[in-house]
């Protein structure tokens, strides 16, 4: 429940005379008090352009995080930015709400800020309302049009983010399915470009990092993206390109009043405050799934990776099956092509072998319909209620715990409805989503919580497409956490160890990291069944045990690119992953100060061992003041595990 109290204390408004800015109108704090947001006119007056700031107070140190944040709708009937006259700000309140996620870096979240609505109104006298929260990790605001009834075109958002050169920026160029690789830029080597979402920023003295991103897109809007073609120095939001799901949608998005858009989130802190947010689902709307019990997070096998076209055959699909009752994983995925099952089965057979292992089952379909080239089957299946109704039905009767849904190649107005869509009839059925050739997270796991990841990620897959994810693959291992996996769930497809197509410079401990480094509600383990099989027993049982959702989540080290290593906690045990992402063997002291004091841990510390697939196993009891030193070697890794002794 949303307490709304009045926040007197954390909002300041300036009057005219205010010796601090004449254009400074007001300014909002986080609950802590770290954290602010500030409304400021370029005129020195009521009427004109505006724009916010945000700034951040590291323990007494107050950096300003964005120069300015340039504000401003354009509406098909009329402009909404260069004139416009500030009315009032409403009553301050008091967001303050707690609610569970069932999947994610933490089971109870809190959604707390202090929230005003500054109310405009252009020259003609239609009315613009902007939200604005401060947060203790970072700001959100949106836009709203309050009057009661009018269809229009958004025809452009006018909002844009200043960003001086020497800050330093890890950005990836715009794809459809969000699966590039990230470019770590200032000064003179920032590019021009359209960009995905999210963006990494740290300031040129590190006093302050913050990564850009959007959530709560829903069906009154479309996804947009940063673009700084037009000037290096400014990112503005930026609708999807015209020709993006062959040219079908319209990439300007309709809106009926009253009216509220998206939220743009600007996460803000330390990396560790970064890595920890839940900030893009606290500003999500709430769940509308009632009954929950059937979402159930967990690891698949899965096998595409080593086999492209593995679900056609019916004896690969039962060894995997094998695989996943072996380890103890509750899922295997039949992906694509399961409607041509052959060599001693069909799907039907195939699924009844599945159930007699204690396994459920995982489909792929083809996102269909004329926004994708894509001709693979099965197709079309997904593509209105009516089908997918029909096609839930079988899929119920069949024992199927979920579908995963491919190439859909915009994220248009028309696209966003598709994917909610999807969820809505598949909960109905309670079936599980995952989307693949995707957009990235928008807090929707939140709402939708039958959601239980995304693609949207140049993941393990990519060493089936070409020689250049070899050497890339370390240090892209390595920006993840900071970047793609803050904002949502990554299917990633991680823990190989035997190659594929193309080969692996990363070691078995850097590996095995990954199934903690990434968090995915349903975390797909992409290797054949001897690579998991001719592992020694230490880590065989590792992976029986490593859950796929998360009680708490900390950042314990890393930098971007470089090397990162995350605690992750479980009921009463922790899990530690991490990653070298560099050429060098590093040493690393892992501290266990995080442990509740007075309580002795059982401690399994499995890294790297002489070579890069050899691994090295101890056993010590720790508790809150011990600490350990570990050697990584060159692009390698650890994974740690602590369960209480009482």
């Avoid at 107070?57 to 416009?84: A, C, H, M, W, Y």
């Avoid at 069909?346 to 292992?357: C, F, R, V």
């Avoid at 490593?546 to 605690?567: C, E, F, N, Q, S």
Wanted: a neutral charge; hydrophobic letters at 40%; glycine letters at 6%.
């Amino acid at each position: 429940m949303v307490n709304m109290k009045t926040a007197f204390v954390a909002v300041v408004f300036w009057a005219l005379g205010s010796s601090l800015s004449f254009a400074q109108k007001v300014t909002v704090q986080s609950p802590d008090k770290k954290i602010s947001i500030a409304l400021f006119s370029d005129n020195n007056n009521d009427v004109g352009e505006w724009y916010i700031k945000a700034a951040y107070n590291n323990n007494g140190k107050i950096s300003e995080v964005t120069p300015r944040i340039d504000l401003g709708l354009l509406r098909s009937d009329q402009d909404f930015s260069k004139e416009l006259k500030f009315l009032k700000a409403g009553k301050p309140i008091l967001i303050n709400e707690q609610y569970t996620a069932l999947h994610g870096k933490r089971a109870v979240c809190t959604n707390s800020a202090n929230e005003v609505i500054l109310s405009f109104e252009n020259p003609s006298k239609a009315k613009l309302d902007i939200i604005i929260r401060a947060y203790n990790d970072g700001i959100a605001f949106r836009y709203g049009f309050p009057e009661k009834q009018g269809t229009f075109t958004i025809k452009d958002e006018l909002t844009a983010y200043a960003i001086p050169k020497e800050t330093v920026r890890w950005m990836e160029k715009w794809n459809t399915a969000n699966e590039g690789l990230y470019v770590s830029m200032s000064d003179s080597s920032i590019q021009r470009e359209q960009w995905c979402y999210p963006a990494l920023f740290r300031l040129k003295d590190s006093s302050c990092w913050f990564l850009l991103h959007e959530a709560d897109v829903n069906r009154t809007y479309c996804g947009t993206k940063l673009s700084n073609t037009n000037d290096g120095s400014s990112y503005k939001l930026t609708f999807p390109d015209p020709g993006d799901g062959r040219g079908l949608g319209a990439s300007q998005p309709t809106v009926t009043l009253p009216w509220q858009s998206p939220w743009r989130v600007m996460i803000i802190g330390t990396l560790a405050d970064i890595v920890a947010s839940t900030l893009v689902d606290d500003v999500s709307a709430s769940s509308v799934v009632k009954n929950t019990g059937w979402i159930k997070p967990g690891i698949a096998s899965w096998n595409y990776w080593s086999s492209n076209h593995g679900t056609k055959d019916y004896k690969i699909v039962c060894e995997f099956a094998d695989l996943a009752a072996e380890m103890n994983w509750p899922y295997t995925l039949l992906d694509w092509e399961w409607d041509e099952m052959s060599n001693g089965g069909n799907l039907e057979d195939a699924l009844q072998y599945i159930h007699s292992k204690g396994v459920q089952p995982l489909m792929w379909y083809n996102s269909g319909g004329p926004h994708t080239y894509v001709n693979s089957t099965p197709r079309d299946r997904m593509l209105t209620h009516e089908k997918r109704v029909e096609e839930f039905m079988k899929l119920k009767k069949l024992g199927v715990a979920g579908v995963k849904v491919d190439f859909f190649e915009s994220e248009k107005q028309d696209m966003i409805k598709y994917y909610l869509d999807i969820l809505m009839d598949a909960a109905q059925f309670e079936m599980m989503v995952y989307f693949h050739g995707c957009l990235v997270p928008r807090g929707w796991t939140r709402t939708y919580p039958n959601l239980m990841t995304h693609e949207a990620v140049r993941g393990a897959e990519w060493y089936n497409n070409g020689p250049d994810f070899t050497m890339a693959a370390p240090a892209h291992n390595a920006i993840l956490p900071f970047t793609r996996n803050v904002v949502g769930p990554m299917d990633y497809t991680p823990v190989t160890f035997t190659n594929s197509q193309y080969p692996h410079i990363t070691s078995y401990g850097h590996e095995l990291a990954l199934s903690i480094v990434f968090e995915s509600g349903i975390q797909h383990l992409a290797d054949r069944p001897e690579g998991y099989r001719l592992l020694p027993d230490a880590a065989k049982t590792f992976l029986k045990e490593v859950p796929a959702a998360w009680d708490d989540t900390r950042l314990l080290g890393g930098y971007p690119g470089k090397d990162v290593m995350i605690a992750r906690r479980k009921n009463s045990a922790w899990f530690i992953g991490g990653i070298n992402a560099e050429i060098l063997e590093k040493k690393k002291t892992i501290t266990f100060s995080f442990l509740p004091e007075g309580v002795k841990y059982k401690l399994t510390l499995i890294s790297d061992g002489r070579h890069d697939k050899d691994l090295a196993v101890q056993y010590l009891t720790v508790d809150s003041s011990s600490s350990v030193e570990i050697n990584m070697l060159r692009r390698g890794g650890v994974v740690a595990v602590l369960k209480p002794m009482y």
